[in-house]
């Protein structure tokens, strides 16, 4: 079974504070994701990659980086966290082989910045 | 442009009614994917079907059925014989053809409650 995994399901952080989400996946998957979910807003996609060390940005980039150093591991950084960032952050990887685009997520990260 | 249209922001159905979530996709490709995903209430989202452009036969799986039109872009979901367990947000989400790298564009959900 694929498996994603996200470094914590709950996370309350202070604004200015830099911060990880780390997330790994176990299928040798090519493509990883990271989106944020708030009510009424659905699914937003931040940033992903599609390679080791690529990486593209998505709909919602600002404020965020991200880093991708080996094929497993996909990591989201909130280089000085604000009150608007808290938000659920969801994790997701797909292979690259056509036509199979269906994306593998984690369990989320609930992250509350104070 | 891709978009994902889910108008029914909520729907509340008593068990064993049957339900309908509606989606509605624009894309200018020929060839694309659709999905549904269901996201209870532990938060991961968990992936039910997927479907390509080419492919226009409707779907049953146990009690929950998917119809897709091209001809009104639609992608619907319907689950008969609601149960609690149910009872989630749904997102149905859109693909073009790529290079195989990407990103799904998402609606933005629909939350079930089914009431016992």
């Known amino acids: 079974d694929v498996k994603v995994t996200q470094s914590s399901r709950y996370l309350v952080k202070r604004t200015g504070e830099k911060v990880f989400l780390e997330c790994v996946q176990d299928?040798?998957?090519?493509?990883m994701f990271w989106y944020r979910q708030d009510p009424g807003l659905g699914l937003r996609l931040i940033y992903f990659s599609y390679d080791v060390k690529m990486k593209e940005k998505g709909d919602i980039p600002e404020g965020y980086s991200v880093s991708r150093e080996k094929k497993e591991r996909f990591s989201l950084i909130l280089e000085s966290a604000s009150t608007n960032q808290t938000s659920m952050y969801l994790c997701?990887?797909?292979?690259?082989?056509?036509?199979?685009?269906?994306?593998?997520f984690g369990p989320g990260t609930r992250l509350t910045v104070l | 442009a891709q978009k994902v249209t889910q108008a029914q922001t909520e729907i509340s159905v008593v068990e064993k009614e049957d339900v309908t979530l509606d989606c509605v996709y624009e894309t200018r490709d020929t060839t694309y994917y659709l999905f549904w995903y269901k996201q209870p209430p532990s938060g991961e989202l968990v992936f039910l079907i997927r479907r390509n452009s080419f492919d226009e036969q409707n779907e049953i799986s146990g009690r929950y059925s998917w119809n897709f039109q091209k001809s009104t872009s639609s992608f619907n979901f319907t689950i008969t014989a609601s149960q609690v367990v149910d009872s989630a947000v749904y997102f149905c989400a859109l693909s073009e053809e790529g290079s195989g790298n990407t990103p799904l564009v998402f609606g933005k959900g629909t939350r079930l409650s089914v009431i016992a």
């Open positions: 997701a990887s797909s292979h690259r082989g056509y036509p199979y685009n269906e994306q593998f």
């Open positions: 299928m040798d998957h090519e493509n």
